[in-house]
């Protein structure tokens, strides 16, 4: 008789109907034994209608006999999933089994606020193993590597049902479009411990993909979703590139949802067409941002922003910002005001070019700024992780520090490196954020200067649980300016360290060397780096504990100067949009007035 735990791998809680019954419903505790493996235990309380119906399903006692004895059968199929095939389950009520036909007068004496003891005992008994193996039909050699399951192996139903759905993936993949692999049938030897399994395979004919339409367009242009798609007719069929094209046109912007179906048969030319199914999201969106640190004060901000503004994809986002709403190393209120329009495709598919302009004013205790900039980048999708781009931008600006008021004219060639595996924009729990820059800069007016900043900042984010609750979360940065000395170098052009996005517990730019009357200098070289642990609570809450340090010195080299250390505790609000953070931090490390307590308030991790 072949085992039955091969229909699933898993054993999910079905709630029986009982019937209806005069006598009260009677409470009752359920005790698991353990078995000595830790998964069959977890799967059996998931399994175990006693368990889920506790509360939910109270029950009377011919109706609590018949809910256990439904998970004796339930149980043995847990067992039997784990390759267990000879394993026994024993349910006692108050110590007495389930056939004692005095049971259900047991159960009535109890007291209705007393509850009944029940016993569940799960016993392994002997594991057992694959013996035969067999796959009937004609599999390509390439893709038959793919079934990885051979005698021998404990015969558990999660494994069975795997190695048949990684061969099917394998045959689709390789363009057997309508290939089928059935469910294994098997077996049991139960004098050997071992289970046979057989699959039966039919590949069908080798596909080209035929005629690749979309449908659902509206304001969006035909040509430029064409330019977009890489999938082309005529290429060999693989669900794979198909969905990775579901997902590039849902990366665009202007689609809210992105539906890819093929066609049930080939058409007359002996390819079977893709259509993919569109639908059109808001062209126009507003938001809204707001933050609060202790250092920088508290920002308001609103864009507005059309993702396709001729029909091609293109965006025009505007913004604008109030910053400096208190906070201790602000002198006044300042704004970011800025406009960005991008061109999707821009001579090549995975290519945009993208123009900017924007004016600004920022108050600190290390400088006051007043800017406009603008600029041009070009940026290329180098592949699903890698990304590269090259920008020209100029800023006016006049920036006053110490008493002094300064003009400068800046032209600068960012050259930037990016990488991104994480998982999340806003909470990431695993991946890895990397950027490297270099950017030449001349300085036209006086003191002028041809300098070069070079930065290299990364991330990542280690699932200690793999359920994205317990994560340690790593960043670092180093950084360094060559040709210029500290005070050749535009104020704002330099490094500073201190507030939320390097060393916490530190004031804002308040890390590395200072005027005589402690406001900050900044720096030619810069070096941070922190470890963060975070935890969530239940399903909206959650905590961090962090360690900030690094520094900044003048010397154009990293790791030189006076270390800072800060740490601190944080907590976490989930929400669709993201964390809502707020963090508190003290200097471990105090330099003149920059180490003080701290607190951060934002949306999104903090990094």
Not at 165 to 174: C, E, F, G, T
Not at 306 to 332: K, P, V, W
Not at 396 to 415: A, G, K, W
Not at 577 to 590: K, M, Q, T, Y
Request: hydrophobic share 35%; glycine share 10%.
């Amino acid at each position: 008789m072949p085992p039955a735990a091969w229909a699933s791998a898993a054993v999910f809680a079905i709630s029986l109907a009982t019937p209806s019954r005069a006598a009260d419903p009677q409470p009752y505790d359920v005790t698991f034994a353990k078995t000595g493996d830790a998964s069959i235990d977890k799967l059996a309380k998931e399994t175990s209608n006693l368990v889920t119906l506790r509360t939910k399903a109270p029950a009377g006692p011919f109706a609590l006999v018949l809910r256990a004895r439904s998970d004796e059968d339930r149980l043995r199929t847990v067992l039997n999933s784990a390759g267990y095939y000879d394993g026994q389950v024993t349910i006692t009520i108050d110590g007495k089994s389930l056939d004692d036909p005095n049971l259900p007068q047991t159960i009535a004496n109890y007291a209705s606020a007393t509850p009944i003891p029940i016993e569940v005992t799960m016993t392994r008994g002997p594991l057992f193993h694959l013996g035969q193996v067999a796959v009937k039909g004609d599999v390509p050699a390439t893709d038959m590597a793919a079934f990885q399951l051979k005698s021998g192996a404990p015969a558990r139903a999660e494994d069975v049902i795997a190695a048949g759905a990684r061969l099917q993936s394998a045959l689709l993949n390789d363009g057997y479009a309508f290939a089928k692999v059935s469910t294994p049938s098997a077996f049991e030897n139960p004098a050997q411990h071992t289970i046979d399994v057989t699959y039966t395979v039919a590949t069908g004919p080798r596909v080209d993909i035929g005629p690749i339409s979309v449908q659902g367009l509206r304001s969006v242009h035909q040509g430029f979703v064409q330019r977009e798609m890489s999938l082309k007719p005529g290429e060999q069929y693989s669900p794979d590139k198909i969905e990775s094209e579901r997902q590039t046109l849902a990366g665009l912007h202007v689609f809210s949802s992105v539906q890819a179906q093929t066609a049930k048969q080939v058409g007359p030319d002996g390819r079977l067409p893709v259509t993919f199914i569109v639908t059109e999201g808001p062209p126009r969106t507003v938001s809204f941002t707001a933050g609060y640190a202790s250092d920088t004060g508290g920002t308001l901000g609103a864009s507005w922003t059309h993702y396709n503004l001729f029909g091609g994809g293109e965006q025009l986002n505007l913004s604008a910002t109030a910053t400096g709403l208190g906070g201790s190393s602000t002198d006044g209120l300042g704004y970011n005001i800025g406009a960005t329009y991008t061109l999707p495709a821009f001579l090549r598919r995975d290519q945009s070019l993208s123009f900017n302009v924007g004016a600004l004013k920022q108050n600190f205790d290390a400088y006051n700024q007043t800017a406009l900039l603008a600029g041009t980048t070009l940026t290329r999708k180098l592949d699903k992780h890698w990304s590269a781009s090259v920008g020209l931008s100029g800023i006016i600006e006049q920036v006053e520090q110490e008493n002094i008021t300064r003009d400068y004219d800046l032209l600068q060639v960012p050259l930037t490196l990016k990488y991104d595996s994480t998982n999340s924009l806003f909470d990431p729990t695993k991946g890895i954020r990397a950027t490297a820059s270099i950017t030449p800069t001349e300085s036209f007016l006086e003191p002028s200067a041809f300098f070069t900043i070079m930065q290299l900042s990364g991330s990542t984010y280690l699932d200690l649980t793999g359920k994205g609750r317990s994560i340690i979360a790593l960043r670092g940065l180093v950084g360094s300016v060559q040709g210029a000395s500290t005070f050749q170098l535009p104020p704002d052009q330099r490094f500073y360290a201190g507030g939320s996005n390097t060393i916490r517990g530190y004031a804002y730019q308040s890390v590395g060397p200072q005027f005589a009357d402690g406001n900050p200098i900044g720096g030619t070289a810069i070096d941070t780096g922190t470890v963060e642990y975070r935890q969530r609570i239940g399903k909206s809450f959650g905590t961090a504990v962090f360690v900030d340090a690094g520094q900044v010195s003048s010397s154009s080299a990293p790791f030189k100067g006076s270390l800072k250390v800060g740490a601190g505790l944080g907590v976490r609000y989930y929400t669709p949009i993201g964390p809502i953070r707020v963090d508190f931090a003290v200097p471990l490390v105090h330099q003149d007035n920059s180490g003080t307590f701290q607190f951060y308030i934002g949306i999104g991790q903090a990094f």
